[in-house]
């Protein structure tokens, strides 16, 4: 950890996940904004959020790992990709970017536009078990997406990482919106609540994407495509015992969208 807190580029990657959150939650909530009569346009938040996340994470990936979630830091923290310590601090910075980007955008929006400012909230006739069993399973594509995608081991991969994992959120949309309004990102749900005071089964939006990080952290790391590391060397990385490594790169191998994006 002591490293980590010398570390100029620490600091650097943790003020980009307080940043990038703050535009992909202003921009994300703004696509959900009704200035005409009608449902929500669902193609619209959709490929919005999608496209939105996209260009973040090729925008910072290289800086922080553009996690911008705390359901995927700590799916990240889970399978001993980085450390305590980097956990605590990109989380607390994705909360708090995720409250000024949702009160930018309550403050640029007129009063009749902004409705509940894209607060997640449960379809009439779904319980707190289904929304949360449909949260588990959202953010489990997603998790399972960015691993897969970004894992530096995998030969001979091709495309972009940014366009695939914007492509996994933009398909969580098209199915989630209709049961919770798709949350799949606790930070993006607790900014809406704070703006509009309504904490109303929000815990949903909390436990269903940790579990969903959780269990795609694990199902990767130890079933699908382990990795190789013994228990000493796991928790030293928790611990924040390991420097950045040689090879050129500027941190640890903690943060494998950056390390994935320095190639694409």
């Known amino acids: 950890m002591m490293w980590e807190l010398k570390s100029i580029s620490f600091w650097r990657a943790v003020f980009a996940e307080f940043f990038a959150t703050m535009l992909f939650v202003f921009f994300g909530l703004g696509f959900t904004m009704r200035w005409s009569p009608g449902p929500m346009n669902v193609l619209l938040v959709s490929l919005g959020f999608g496209f939105v996340l996209a260009a973040l994470v090729q925008a910072v990936g290289h800086?922080?790992?553009a996690h911008l979630n705390p359901a995927v830091t700590f799916a990240y923290l889970l399978g001993a990709q980085l450390s305590i310590f980097r956990c605590v601090m990109y989380m607390v910075a994705q909360?708090?970017?995720?409250?000024?980007?949702?009160?930018?955008?309550?403050?640029?929006?007129?009063?009749?536009?902004?409705?509940?400012?894209?607060?997640?909230?449960?379809?009439?006739?779904?319980?707190?078990?289904q929304g949360t069993a449909v949260e588990i399973f959202l953010t489990l594509q997603f998790v399972l997406c960015i691993f897969a995608t970004t894992d530096i081991r995998r030969n001979g991969f091709m495309g972009s990482a940014a366009i695939i994992i914007g492509f996994?959120?933009?398909?969580?949309?098209?199915?989630g919106l209709y049961y919770t309004g798709c949350g799949m990102n606790p930070a993006r749900s607790f900014a809406p609540a704070v703006l509009t005071r309504n904490f109303g089964n929000h815990w949903v939006f909390w436990v269903?994407?940790?579990?969903?990080g959780a269990i795609a952290a694990l199902l990767y790391d130890f079933i699908l495509f382990p990795r190789m590391r013994g228990l000493s060397e796991r928790?030293?990385?928790l611990k924040g015992a390991h420097p950045p490594e040689a090879e050129g790169q500027q941190e640890p191998r903690s943060d494998p969208i950056e390390l994935k994006t320095q190639a694409l």
């Open 208 to 212: 269903g994407p940790l579990i969903g």
């Open 95 to 129: 909360l708090l970017g995720a409250v000024a980007g949702a009160a930018v955008l309550y403050g640029v929006t007129p009063p009749s536009v902004r409705g509940n400012l894209g607060l997640n909230t449960l379809h009439a006739g779904v319980g707190l078990g």
């Open 168 to 175: 996994s959120l933009t398909v969580g949309h098209f199915f």
């Open 235 to 237: 928790l030293a990385i």
């Open 63 to 65: 800086v922080s790992g």
